[in-house]
T-cell receptor, first 114, second 110 residues
Framework: NAGVTQTPKFRILKIGQSMTLQCAQD?????MYWYRQDPGMGLKLIYY???????DKGEVPNGYNVSRSTTEDFPLRLELAAPSQTSVYFC?????????????FGPGTRLTVL | QKEVEQNSGPLSVPEGAIASLNCTYS??????FFWYRQYSGKSPELIMS????GDKEDGRFTAQLNKASQYVSLLIRDSQPSDSATYLC??????????FGDGTTLTVKP
């Protein structure tokens, strides 16, 4: 089991460029999440998905888009990158999204927008 | 008021001491409470979860929950240098998502 994997590990973007952060899990989890973590701060929820074909906004969705065509994959799309999107992005998954579920985190993608 | 607040830190304790980390939350309907440890440059890893009032012990770690006071804490006994990390408090709300505090950075000095 690889768990939750994310690619790339690091990326530098120029203002206005677009990119997709990849996330995959091999645990057959229904729920998947995208968080961002700014320096010295906690995790802020960007988007989440309760299953293939179903996504919903979190706390800070502006500037991002997601899709979930399969149970395994949950890519995060940045359109028109801005310096405010410089952050570390974590993808996570949980089995059923219940209050007692553990969230499993990927290793993160460190993004810098210049 | 933030939904989840942690003591700002940083917190420094000598090796072998007890480290006490605190967290308060605003949503009275919150059901589950989690403590994650995050080493610098790494992803969060779950170390404790607690769902009912009282204490829950796991090795050197004890989580304490008081729903009436909307307060959850983490005690680390016999602190080791390897415990030096940022500790994140997360609260699972009725909205079905976790809200995280900003974390408390702990340094254990040998």
């Amino acid at each position: 089991n690889a768990g939750v994997t994310q690619t790339p590990k690091f990326r530098i973007l120029k203002i206005g460029q677009s990119m997709t952060l990849q996330c995959a899990q091999d645990m057959n989890h229904n729920y998947m999440y995208w968080y961002r973590q700014d320096p010295g701060m906690g995790l802020k929820l960007i988007y989440y998905s309760v299953g293939a074909g179903i996504t919903d906004k979190g706390e800070v969705p502006n500037g991002y888009n997601v899709s979930r065509s399969t149970t395994e994959d949950f890519p995060l799309r940045l359109e028109l990158a801005a310096p405010s999107q410089t952050s570390v992005y974590f993808c996570a998954s949980s089995p059923r999204g219940k209050s007692t579920d553990t969230q499993y985190f990927g290793p993160g993608t460190r993004l810098t927008v210049l | 008021q933030k939904e989840v607040e942690q003591n700002s830190g940083p917190l420094s304790v000598p090796e072998g001491a007890i480290a006490s980390l605190n967290c308060t939350y605003s949503d009275r309907g919150s059901q589950s409470f989690f403590w994650y440890r995050q080493y610098s440059g790494k992803s969060p890893e779950l170390i404790m979860s607690i769902y009912s009032n009282g204490d829950k012990e796991d090795g050197r770690f004890t989580a304490q929950l008081n729903k009436a006071s909307q307060y959850v804490s983490l005690l680390i006994r016999d602190s080791q240098p390897s415990d030096s990390a940022t500790y994140l408090c997360a609260v699972w709300t009725n909205a079905g998502k976790s809200t995280f505090g900003d974390g408390t950075t702990l340094t254990v000095k040998p």
